[in-house]
């Protein structure tokens, strides 16, 4: 298990409510600070006003002005963070990632995407 640095911070963007507060939940049991949006354009938001997001989990199928995998690449340009994208309607292909970043396919479990991002940080 790695080490949660307490300057860890990671950014949720799920449209669905209880997704998203439990994927959050469970972020903040291992002991990470967590933001929460409900779609993109909130995300954009909160990336430009906190710098201590250092990874974003995002699905792709969202209202709003982009969706996930715009919101994946407008983060990656923006700063270096890790990214892991979700979705349960798109199979989304490595090409279409930004570089680096996951893709995990829905259903997954909260803790399954904490360990994924354990794992990219070692």
Known sequence: MAFVE????????????????????????????????????????????FADIHALVTDVDMPG????LELA???R?????KIIVTSGHVK????DLPPAAIFLKKPCRAGDIVETLREMAT
């Open 6 to 49: 307490q300057s860890d911070a990671v950014l949720v963007v799920e449209d669905e409510p209880l997704i998203r507060m439990d994927v959050a939940a469970t972020f903040e049991e291992a002991g990470y600070k967590v933001y929460e949006a409900a779609n993109a354009d909130e995300a954009v938001g909160l990336l430009e006003e």
């Open 65 to 68: 002005s982009i969706d996930g």
């Open 73 to 75: 690449h407008y983060a």
């Open 77 to 81: 340009s923006d700063r270096r963070i």
């Open 92 to 95: 989304i292909e490595t090409r």
